[in-house]
T-cell receptor
Framework: DGGITQSPKYLFRKEGQNVTLSCEQN?????MYWYRQDPGQGLRLIYY???????QKGDIAEGYSVSREKKESFPLTVTSAQKNPTAFYLC????????????FGPGTRLTVT | GQQLNQSPQSMFIQEGEDVSMNCTSS?????WLWYKQEPGEGPVLLIA?????ELTSNGRLTAQFGITRKDSFLNISASIPSDVGIYFC??????????????FGTGTLLAVQP
């Protein structure tokens, strides 16, 4: 089945540690996105990538980093510089043919204590 | 970053009732999308709208692209318990370019009492 996978579903880290969240898609989509979701708020864009080896900052990129070495993979690293990293992280992708219809993965809930 | 004004924030209804929610903005949008998110899961795309005035249905769901291009509406008819979740609108601004970036509403929480 085609889709977007995010792993793990739940992640716990100690403050001061970097952590990498995985996002993989087998939809052959060109563009991929990372969002952060906090209670009572909409989705906020962290980073996005339209093609391999290229990515752009979204609205809240500080304290995060990404890479896009392969078309199907777009990992997100939450660094120790992120002041409030506990959140629900969502990955999405779109095809070039239906550019605005973003499809989401199941999300990773990160808790930093 | 910009966000859309979505209302109501929450709705608590009886099974069988119809539901209406909307998203508004002071800016013009080229595309409107409606998503449903269940607890602990990613949003699922329900309906996509591409033209002003467009009315599109998906089962008991009907969405409209406002004629001014600054708003969109979602209606759910004859609600059932599995309609429970958070409904998000999302849109792409006119002049948003080829980046496919979407702006999301703050969500409408729907609770359905059997």
């Amino acid at each position: 089945d085609g889709g977007i996978t995010q792993s793990p579903k739940y992640l716990f880290r100690k403050e001061g540690q970097n952590v990498t969240l995985s996002c993989e898609q087998n939809l052959n989509h060109d563009a991929m996105y990372w969002y952060r979701q906090d209670p009572g708020q909409g989705l906020r864009l962290i980073y996005y990538s339209q093609i391999v080896n290229d990515f752009q900052k979204g609205d809240i990129a500080e304290g995060y980093s990404v890479s896009r070495e392969k078309k199907e993979s777009f990992p997100l690293t939450v660094t120790s510089a992120q002041k409030n990293p506990t959140a629900f992280y969502l990955c999405a992708s779109t095809s070039a043919e239906v550019r605005h219809e973003q499809y989401f993965g199941p999300g990773t809930r990160l808790t930093v204590t | 970053g910009q966000q859309l004004n979505q209302s109501p924030q929450s709705m608590f209804i009886q099974e069988g009732e119809d539901v209406s929610m909307n998203c508004t903005s002071s800016s013009i949008f080229n595309t409107w999308l409606w998503y449903k998110q269940e607890p602990g899961e990613g949003p699922v795309l329900l309906i996509a709208l591409y033209k002003a005035g467009e009315l599109t249905s998906n089962g008991r769901l009907t969405a409209q692209f406002g004629i001014t291009r600054k708003d969109s509406f979602l209606n759910i008819s004859a609600s059932i318990p599995s309609d429970v979740g958070i409904y998000f609108c999302a849109g792409q601004l006119q002049g948003g370019g080829a980046t496919n970036k979407l702006i999301f509403g703050t969500g409408t929480l729907l609770a359905v009492q059997p």
